[in-house]
């Protein structure tokens, strides 16, 4: 079993930057890999950015790329999600999820492969 408990999220102008915490306890980073996804009202949950042990990568969706940095601290069991230049399309709860750390690259996008969710975090840009 993992719990993950996020914080961070809130109301920022358009431009401005957030960071996200996603902390899990009951398994340590070693043993679950963990990503960011967000889901704006009317949409489909939609993959935002993890890293992949295997290929030593952090990979993003293209749609925040350049703009948004992953990061993790092993010893707290926590990964970061830092955003700048934040426009009112990435208004959405974010939520921090746990996938098998062998999960094959191909499937890292994929929500369904991910076995534990956060609460959620609200993320509204707006001036």
């Known amino acids: 079993q993992v719990q993950l408990e996020e914080s961070g999220g809130g109301l920022v102008q358009p431009g401005g930057s957030l960071r996200l915490s996603c902390t899990a306890s009951?398994?340590?980073?070693?043993?679950?890999?963990l990503a960011w996804f967000r889901q704006a009202p009317g949409k489909e949950r939609e993959f935002v950015a993890t890293?992949?042990?295997?290929?030593?990568?952090?990979y993003y969706a293209d749609s925040v790329k350049g703009r948004y940095t992953f990061s993790k601290d092993n010893a707290k069991n926590t990964v970061y999600l830092q955003m700048n230049t934040l426009s009112p399309e990435d208004t959405a709860v974010y939520y921090c999820?746990?996938?098998?750390?062998?999960?094959?690259?191909?499937?890292?996008?994929?929500?369904?492969?991910?076995?534990?969710w956060g609460q959620g975090s609200q993320v509204t840009v707006s001036s």
């Open positions: 999820a746990a996938r098998p750390v062998g999960l094959v690259l191909s499937a890292i996008r994929t929500p369904a492969h991910y076995n534990y």
């Open positions: 009951g398994r340590t980073l070693g043993s679950v890999a």
């Open positions: 890293d992949h042990r295997g290929s030593h990568r952090t």
